[in-house]
C-alpha cells in the first residue's frame, strides 16, 4: 500500500492574535482554489482499492489550496467506510460499490469516481499461463486442481490466495465464475484486507488471487489472465464482454463541513473529472504497452 503524505497546517494562537500566520508550504495557492475554514484535516477511511484513485484527487487538490490537510487512515472495507462516514468518525469514506437502497437512511452522500475489473492474477513464477476457463478456475479454488502443470504451467504446487466471503471481490467472483455453491479448498489462505492480498501474491510464488486492477497491481511482480479466452481490457469492458467489474467511490455525510463539501465538489466538478479521466486513459496507455 502506498503512503500518503501530506503537509499540515499549524498556527500559534500568538501568532494569529498578532496577525501572523505562519503556513507549511504545501503547494502554489489560485485564485479560484476553494476557501474552506483553515487548518482542517479531511479523515479518509474505507475500501483499500480506492486510495490510489482518492490520493490523486488529493493531490491535485493541494496544488489549489494550503488551507486543508488529507489524512488517509488504516484501509478497511466499504462497510467501516461507510458506517465511519455516517458516525462522522470519517469526513470521506472509499467505497467499492454502489449504495444499497438500505443505506439510504444513513444521512450520507455517494460521488462516483471510476470503475475497474476485478482481474484473476499469477506471480511471475507462473510461465505458460495466460487464460483459465471457468471451469479450471473452478476446479483451482475447490483443490481439484492444485499443481500448474495441470494447466500448462509449471511443476509447482498451486498457492491459492482468497478473500473472506464478506468482501465485494469474493461476491463477484463467486457471481461470475465460482458460484454461490463452490467449496473453497482448506489449503487456501484466506485475507480480510485487499492491501495484505496484494502484497502476499507479489511475494508468493506460483500464487493465483483475484485483486482490483489499479496502479498497484499493475506495478506488483503479478500477471493478468484472461477468462474464458477474455481479456480485461477497457474495450471488453465496454462491450460488457468481460463483466467482472468494480465501481469505486466515495461517502460524505450530508452535513458534512465546508471543508469537507469543498472537495467533494472539486471531485465531482470539472477538474476532477478530468483527473479521473485521465487516469483510465494512463491504464489504457499501459495495458496497451503490456500487450
Known amino acids: 500500500m502506498k503512503t500518503h503524505a501530506f503537509c499540515k497546517v499549524f498556527a500559534s494562537p500568538l501568532l494569529i492574535a498578532s496577525g501572523m500566520l505562519l503556513l507549511s508550504s504545501c503547494a502554489v495557492n489560485s485564485s479560484s482554489a476553494p476557501e474552506p475554514a483553515s487548518n482542517t484535516t479531511i479523515k479518509i477511511g474505507g475500501s483499500s482499492e480506492t486510495y490510489s484513485t482518492i490520493s490523486l484527487l488529493t493531490d491535485a487538490y493541494l496544488e489549489q489550496t494550503d488551507q486543508v ?8 472495507q466499504t462497510d467501516s467506510g461507510i458506517q465511519g462516514v455516517s458516525s462522522k468518525e470519517l469526513d470521506i469514506g472509499g467505497v467499492s460499490r454502489a449504495m444499497a437502497p438500505t443505506e439510504a437512511d444513513l444521512q450520507i452522500s455517494y460521488t462516483p469516481l471510476i470503475v475497474s475489473p476485478l482481474v484473476v492474477v499469477v506471480h511471475d513464477s507462473v510461465t505458460g499461463v495466460t487464460n483459465l476457463t471457468t471451469q479450471q478456475l473452478q476446479d483451482i479454488y475447490s483443490g481439484e ?4 502443470q495441470q494447466v500448462g504451467g509449471p511443476d509447482a504446487e498451486i498457492v491459492v490466495l482468497d478473500l473472506v ?3 465485494n471481490e469474493k461476491k463477484l467472483l463467486r457471481d461470475h ?3 454461490a455453491d463452490l467449496a473453497i479448498t482448506p489449503q487456501a489462505v484466506t485475507f480480510a ?6 502484497e502476499t501474491a507479489a511475494n508468493t510464488e506460483y500464487s493465483l488471487a483475484a485483486l482490483v486492477q489499479d496502479d498497484e497491481t499493475e506495478a506488483a511482480p503479478v500477471k493478468q489472465l484472461s477468462l474464458d479466452d477474455i481479456a480485461p481490457s477497457d474495450e471488453n469492458m465496454a462491450s460488457n464482454a468481460y463483466a467482472m467489474s468494480i465501481l469505486l467511490g466515495m461517502v460524505s455525510h450530508n452535513n458534512a463541513d465546508e471543508a469537507v463539501q ?26 496497451e504497452n503490456e500487450a
Open 177 to 179: 465464475y465460482l458460484g
Open 145 to 148: 486442481i492444485n499443481n500448474w
Open 69 to 76: 490537510a488529507f489524512e488517509f487512515l488504516p484501509p478497511s
Open 193 to 198: 484486507e485487499d492491501d495484505e492480498l496484494l
Open 262 to 287: 469543498a472537495f467533494v465538489e472539486f471531485v465531482a466538478g470539472p477538474e476532477g473529472q478530468a483527473i479521473l479521466a485521465e487516469a483510465e486513459e494512463d491504464d489504457d496507455d499501459d495495458d
Open 165 to 167: 466471503e464478506d468482501e
